[in-house]
């Protein structure tokens, strides 16, 4: 591809992620529509001044600037004479603008050679606007032009790590590539070298824990081999600061914060995630900022600061508009949806779930644009959690979503969200069959990690046994293995359970320790749970309505007659809460609550 072509292409790609005609760009930029398709088709090459124009228009941030031809200045008079046939917005010739810096200097590549460069260019230009696939197939292009340049090879695995993987395995072909370019800048003291190893260390960290089970993990280096090598490429990032470049501090606390994320507290990782916004920022790098805003609205969801989450997915909505990508919009109406689903507007969540969001990912895997997997998981993740919200989880049954739950449960959460399911469609022997299925195979709870995906798996199992015990279903068989879920959520007595990364809350962890002592005949400590949980979840609508109901149902079996005469009030709140927001199967438990509740007084 010359470089006419490739800032064509560029070109192309944002004004159309833009959503903006040809007639439209000639508009921002006050150039001709046929001079630019001349330029977009590759037949003209472009001047500096119009690369500056539409540089700025577009909000590239400096890429169409970087990708501009060496011999632009040639064409900088043809450019003037294009412009001056051009009225200017104010009625007057604008004077052509010269760009506010060298383009070479705005380069993406590291000197490593032209071709090298250009295809590094080329595939951060695809990446940044979502299409991983051909930005993978620029960057092993990269990798081969490298030659047996060790720091040119290891530039361009550093590129292929930052591809998302699919959920739950592991990239083999790309860990056998990290750990080649490690050994070969192995001892080498040099400040590219120390950078690119630290890099390519934080990426093989991450990597490794993208396997959830024995049957994805990478033999011999299990996901929690991954938590000291983090932990030391974060110490080592430290003792070398401030000499290290800002983009080498954003990847390492990008990809460790991950590595992590399963084995360290939320709060730990908040500050990494406010860390890696701040030199994010310093940066001006368009892909870091993206990553951390991500990352720091889900630790602040975490901790339960929504508020302060809903602040930052606010911050992300103008980003994704700077970007003009498809895949940070989706992004955006992700966060956008989970914060509907907290808050239960079902209406705007729906419209979104079942709407553009399965219509931009159904696009982009036909595309190939991303892993197929990683965008319908989390389309289904959310549709899943809206028709358990609604109490709907019959109409799952009924379509074709459901054979992607059940083609998923080699993925912990699926598997406990697949006895959740049964449970509430009324299979409640079947739901009792996967949970002890489930404990079998481990170790009856007890392989799970402290923190991650461990949480929400869980929570949902928690939600499962309460159900089961409610209706008496083979409470001996499973009152074994409500030890290790309480152990398991009970250490994380302040947090707000996320699935997915993210996808939806599930509520406060406190309210599923609250459910399992509640299976347990603890109603006492049940209630000192679900107080804990009111706190947290006090502006969700859905979840108070929730747990009025846990806390009625805990309230009339306590041994107090005190206690037990406020269990009618609150499960009438939690019935008209309910029948407001269209939660039917929540609104159906309340009535069936109150028939069988003696009456106060």
């Not at 709407?355 to 595309?367: K, W």
């Amino acid at each position: 591809m010359t470089p006419e072509e490739e800032f064509a292409e560029a070109l192309r790609m944002r004004r159309k992620a833009a959503g903006l005609s040809l007639g439209d760009l000639s508009r921002l930029v006050n150039y001709s529509k046929s001079y630019l398709s001349r330029v977009e088709n590759g037949g003209r090459p472009p001047g500096p001044a119009l690369a500056q124009e539409c540089d700025t228009a577009l909000h590239a941030e400096g890429e169409l600037l970087g990708l501009l031809p060496e011999r632009a200045d040639r064409v900088e008079r043809t450019d003037r004479v294009e412009r001056s046939k051009r009225p200017s917005r104010t009625g007057r010739a604008d004077p052509v603008k010269r760009p506010a810096a060298d383009p070479a200097d705005l380069a993406t590549g590291d000197g490593f050679g032209a071709e090298f460069d250009q295809l590094i260019r080329r595939g951060d230009a695809r990446h940044l606007l979502g299409d991983m696939y051909e930005a993978g197939r620029l960057y092993l292009a990269a990798y081969r032009a490298a030659g047996g340049d060790d720091l040119a090879r290891a530039h361009a695995v550093v590129r292929c790590a930052r591809r998302w993987s699919d959920p739950g395995q592991v990239d083999r072909d790309l860990l056998a590539r990290i750990d080649e370019s490690l050994q070969a800048l192995a001892g080498r003291e040099d400040l590219p070298a120390v950078e690119l190893r630290l890099r390519l260390t934080a990426h093989r960290a991450k990597k490794l824990v993208m396997g959830v089970g024995d049957d994805t993990a990478v033999p011999g280096a299990e996901p929690g081999t991954s938590v000291g090598r983090a932990r030391g490429v974060l110490r080592e990032l430290r003792d070398r600061l401030p000499g290290i470049s800002a983009e080498t501090h954003c990847e390492v606390l990008t990809e460790c914060r991950w590595a992590l994320y399963d084995f360290a507290p939320a709060g730990e990782l908040l500050a990494l995630s406010a860390e890696l916004r701040d030199v994010a920022t310093r940066s001006r790098s368009m892909y870091f900022m993206g990553e951390a805003l991500v990352a720091l609205a889900i630790d602040q969801l975490r901790v339960g600061r929504v508020t302060a989450a809903d602040a930052t997915v606010r911050r992300h909505r103008e980003h994704a508009a700077h970007r003009h990508s498809t895949l940070a919009r989706w992004q955006q109406g992700t966060l956008d949806a989970l914060m509907n689903l907290w808050q239960g507007e079902f209406a705007a969540a729906e419209e979104w779930i079942l709407g553009e969001s399965r219509t931009i990912a159904e696009a982009m895997e036909t595309d190939l644009s991303v892993p197929a997997d990683t965008l319908s998981q989390t389309c289904l993740g959310q549709a899943y959690w809206l028709r358990h919200e609604q109490g709907r989880m019959a109409d799952l049954f009924g379509s074709p979503l459901m054979s992607g739950v059940r083609r998923r449960d080699y993925f912990p959460v699926w598997r406990a969200g697949l006895a959740l399911a049964l449970c509430e469609t009324g299979r409640h022997e079947q739901a009792a069959d996967q949970v002890l299925s489930f404990a079998a195979d481990t170790g009856g709870f007890t392989r799970f990690p402290p923190s991650g995906w461990a949480l929400p798996t869980a929570a949902v199992l928690a939600q499962t046994c309460a159900e089961l015990a409610a209706r008496d279903v083979r409470l001996q068989e499973l009152l074994p293995y409500v030890p290790p879920l309480r152990a398991l959520l009970d250490a994380h007595p302040g947090d707000l359970v996320l699935a997915g990364w993210p996808t939806v809350l599930l509520g406060p962890a406190a309210r599923f320790s609250g459910l399992l002592a509640l299976v347990a005949g603890e109603p006492e400590t049940a209630l000192g749970h679900l107080r804990r949980a009111v706190r947290l979840a006090q502006h969700s609508p859905a979840q108070m309505a929730r747990l009025r109901l846990d806390e009625a149902r805990a309230r009339l079996r306590a041994d107090s007659v005190a206690v037990r005469a406020g269990a009618r009030g609150l499960a009438r709140t939690a019935l008209t809460t309910a029948g407001e927001l269209g939660m039917a199967a929540v609104a159906r438990d309340c009535r069936e609550f109150l028939l069988t509740c003696p009456e106060e007084g």
